[in-house]
């Protein structure tokens, strides 16, 4: 029986051996394993990193741009009320000219009515002379009419002699 435990101790340990051999090379390729995604850790670090540096240097460059895009736009603004309150302070002043020349021209216009009214105002004074001149012309012919007929119908009648 010695022997035969010797001889199973001697498997087992063989048995055990194999297997811590089986395990010293498991840990080995999983040392190795690790090693491998250690530099494959650093390496997705770089990249994030250079990643990373890439997105803030496009960040930058968008703000930059967008900066400049925003000032620009600004200018154009500016540019544009300088030339919007330009253009209204012209218009008011054509305005302001047109309005004088309007009152100028009104009170010319109303200055020559006036002088057409005086004028026609004399005329017809003159026209309503003459008429008052030829109604009494015509009054006084018609009344030595009527005296005229008078005077042939008592004739005629024989109420007047010779």
Same mark, same amino acid.
């Not at 000032?71 to 008011?92: F, G, V």
């Given at each position: 029986?010695?022997? %035969?435990?010797? +001889?199973?101790?001697?498997?087992?340990?063989?048995?055990?051996?194999?297997?811590?051999?089986?395990? %010293?090379?498991?840990?080995?390729?999983?040392?190795? +394993?690790?090693?491998?995604?250690?530099?494959?850790? %650093?390496?997705?670090?770089?990249? !994030?990193?250079?990643?990373?540096?890439?997105?803030?240097? +496009?960040?930058?460059?968008?703000?930059?741009?967008?900066?400049?895009?925003?000032?620009? /736009?600004?200018?154009?603004?500016?540019?544009?009320?300088?030339?919007?309150?330009?253009?209204?302070? +012209?218009?008011?002043?054509? !305005?302001?000219?047109?309005?004088?020349?309007?009152?100028?021209?009104?009170?010319? /216009?109303?200055?020559?009515?006036?002088?057409?009214?005086?004028?026609?105002?004399?005329? !017809? %004074?003159?026209?309503?002379?003459?008429?008052?001149?030829?109604?009494?012309?015509?009054?006084?012919?018609?009344?030595?009419?009527?005296?005229?007929?008078?005077?042939?119908?008592?004739?005629?009648?024989?109420?007047?002699?010779?």
């Amino acid at each position: 029986m010695a022997i %035969q435990i010797e +001889s199973d101790l001697k498997d087992i340990l063989l048995k055990i051996d194999n297997k811590l051999d089986n395990l %010293q090379t498991d840990m080995t390729e999983v040392k190795i +394993s690790i090693v491998e995604l250690k530099k494959d850790n %650093q390496r997705l670090e770089e990249k !994030i990193d250079n990643t990373d540096k890439k997105i803030d240097a +496009s960040a930058k460059n968008l703000e930059d741009k967008i900066d400049n895009i925003a000032k620009s /736009l600004e200018d154009k603004i500016d540019n544009t009320d300088k030339k919007i309150d330009t253009t209204a302070k +012209s218009l008011e002043d054509k !305005i302001d000219n047109t309005d004088k020349k309007i009152d100028a021209t009104a009170k010319n /216009l109303e200055d020559k009515i006036n002088a057409i009214d005086k004028n026609l105002t004399d005329n !017809i %004074q003159n026209l309503a002379k003459r008429v008052d001149n030829s109604e009494f012309i015509n009054r006084g012919i018609f009344i030595g009419l009527i005296v005229t007929l008078l005077g042939g119908f008592a004739k005629f009648l024989g109420i007047i002699g010779n």
